[in-house]
């Protein structure tokens, strides 16, 4: 204990793989949210969106200065997408949106360059960089939220982990910040060497090309409004997230290399550190995960970490066999709320 098996998720019977139960919501099923987009500044002065849903579709925008209404009642959910996504990636907004009809608040922050517009600085975001999520939580505790939980889908759920760690093993009155309750985490390469070598494993190249493409435009991007800040030429050539990361991440954010970069920046060695109640939800199936993204063992050791891994699910899929591809509730969605809520 706390190891969660068997789970109680049953695919859909069309979406009989991985693959399929990774790409087939992401494509066809269709979410709309309607957000409220709050900017707010960065201490290095760089700006973070983030866009908020209301459980009361009468509550208005936020203020850090201002709580709506007096007191809030409201608990708020705070999400962190994944690699290269967005408040509207598919994932998240069904996500947000079962959440609201729940009673909860939802903030779905983005991480810098992928609200839309790119960030004023020369630095990117990176999966070991826990910073921007602080601030953000911060900024959520100066507008009265007495309650939060923390949801993370794939790198947001390893950021979301190697915060709640690091902050979980800060001694000296610092620490965890006692309105953060609670923590749901989906699909999450906790550790990223051997995900990585998964990704580069021939049935999962799609997605290695694909993230690969996105971060190398938006590098080449903000190498033309900042001219000769960035060895384009060298990032140009990467034809791997792993090749990015050595080019690009690694470097620019301090990192002797690629290998220091992923094994400083992988959550599960700060799982033990966790002081709250957290769940983990890791599909075996999932086409980004490698074995050690199953940690059976620890999972028995660790008294706030609960672990589950169903057979099937693929990468923040979780379609439910009642609903279907494009219905809602998704299972992943019902579990959150599940475990949020007792």
């Known amino acids: 204990m706390p190891l969660i098996a068997p789970s109680t998720y049953k695919p859909p019977t069309r979406l009989w ?14 979410v709309t949210v309607n957000y409220v987009r709050e900017r707010i500044d960065t201490p290095d002065d760089d700006f973070l969106d983030l866009d908020w849903v209301y459980s009361t579709s009468n509550r208005p925008p936020l203020s850090s200065a201002t709580p709506p209404d007096g007191a809030i ?3 708020l959910v705070i999400l962190s997408h994944g690699l290269e996504g967005s408040s509207t990636s598919t994932y998240l907004a069904g996500m947000v949106r079962h959440l609201s009809q729940s009673g909860f608040d939802c903030l779905a922050w983005h991480y810098r360059s992928c609200s839309g517009e790119l960030n004023r600085q020369q630095r990117f975001y990176h999966i070991g960089d826990t910073g921007d999520l602080h601030h953000v939580v911060q900024h959520a505790v100066s507008a009265a939220y007495e309650t939060i939980y923390l949801v993370g889908f794939s790198a947001g759920g390893s950021v979301t982990l190697k915060y709640l760690g690091e902050q979980g ?17 989906f699909s999450v390469p906790l550790d990223l060497i051997g995900a990585t070598q998964r990704l580069e494993q021939w049935d999962s190249l799609v997605y290695n090309y694909r993230f690969n493409r996105t971060l190398k435009r938006k ?3 903000k190498a033309a409004a900042m001219p000769g800040t960035f060895a384009t030429e060298a990032v140009s050539k990467a034809r791997s997230v792993r090749e990015f990361d050595t080019l690009f991440t690694a470097p620019m ?3 002797a290399d690629v290998t ?23 599909a075996r199936n999932d086409p980004f995960l490698s074995p050690e993204c199953f940690p059976v063992s ?8 609960w672990m589950e891994f169903p057979e ?6 979780f379609a439910s066999k009642a609903s279907g591809i494009n219905g809602e509730p998704y299972w992943s969605e019902e579990r959150a709320v599940t475990f949020l809520s007792t």
């Open 17 to 30: 793989n991985g693959h399929l139960q990774t790409i087939i919501p992401s494509l066809f099923r269709k």
């Open 73 to 75: 009642k409201s608990p």
């Open 169 to 185: 093993s800060l001694t000296s009155g610092k620490g965890l910040d006692p309105a953060i309750k609670k923590a749901v985490t």
């Open 219 to 221: 590098v080449l991007q």
């Open 253 to 255: 954010n301090g990192f």
């Open 260 to 282: 220091d970069y992923y094994t400083r920046s992988s959550s599960l060695q700060f799982l033990p550190s966790i002081t709250i109640p957290t769940l983990i939800v890791n």
């Open 298 to 305: 620890l999972a028995r050791e660790l008294p706030n970490v």
């Open 312 to 317: 099937q699910g693929g990468h923040c899929g």
